[in-house]
C-alpha cells in the first residue's frame, strides 16, 4: 500500500483512525473545540496583547470595568455554569482539580466560586482565568487524557464569553 504524502492527509480522518475516542465525538463537539481555538488564539492575540496569563487576565478585565466598556450581566450564565461544575455542596468538585489552576491563582479563585468575593470584574476575570485553564489544558494535552469528553458545555460556554469580551474589551 502506496504512503499518502503529506497534502494528502485529511486531519480529522487521520484524528479518527489513529486517537482513541475522538471518533466518537460528534459534530457539534468537535466544532465547538475548533471554534475554541480560533476564538482563544484572537483573544489572546488581541485583547492580551498575545501574553495569556492570569495576571494578564486580572489587569485587562479590572482596566475593562475601570474603563465601563464591561458589565458583568453578559456573563452571568456562564458563570452559574462555572460555579455548578466547579462548587457544588460547599465545596469545590473533582472538575474542579482538574482543570489544575496555579497555587497563585487559587485563592482568588476559590473567592469567586465560593461567592466569597462578589466584585464584578474578579467575577469576570475568574471565568476568564477558568476559560484560560481550558486552553492550556487543551493545547498542552491534559484533555486528551480523557479523550476530549463531557467538554461540549465548557466549550460552548468558553466559547460565548470569548466572543463577548472580545467585543467589550476592544469595544466593537
Known amino acids: 500500500m502506496a504512503q499518502k504524502t503529506i497534502m494528502e492527509i485529511n486531519p480529522i480522518q487521520w484524528l479518527e483512525e489513529k486517537i482513541p475516542g475522538f471518533r466518537q465525538l460528534n459534530e ?55 460555579r455548578a461544575r466547579y462548587f457544588s455542596n460547599g465545596t469545590l468538585t473533582h472538575q474542579f482539580d482538574q482543570l489544575r489552576v496555579s497555587s497563585a491563582d487559587r485563592p482568588l479563585v476559590e473567592q469567586v466560586l465560593r461567592e466569597e468575593n462578589n466584585n464584578p470584574a474578579d467575577i469576570v476575570a ?24 463531557d467538554q461540549l458545555d465548557n466549550f460552548n460556554h468558553a466559547n460565548q464569553v470569548l466572543m463577548v469580551a472580545y467585543d467589550q474589551l476592544l469595544n466593537r
Open 28 to 82: 457539534e463537539e468537535r466544532l465547538a473545540i475548533q471554534h475554541f481555538a480560533l476564538l482563544w488564539s484572537l483573544f489572546e492575540g488581541k485583547a492580551l496583547g498575545a501574553q495569556a496569563s492570569a495576571p494578564k487576565i486580572l489587569s485587562v478585565v479590572h482596566n475593562g470595568f475601570a474603563r465601563h466598556v464591561m458589565e458583568l450581566t453578559p456573563y452571568q450564565k456562564c458563570f452559574d455554569y462555572f
Open 126 to 149: 475568574v471565568i476568564l482565568i477558568v476559560i484560560y485553564r481550558f486552553r492550556n489544558n487543551l493545547f498542552h494535552g491534559v484533555k486528551w487524557e480523557y479523550e476530549l469528553r
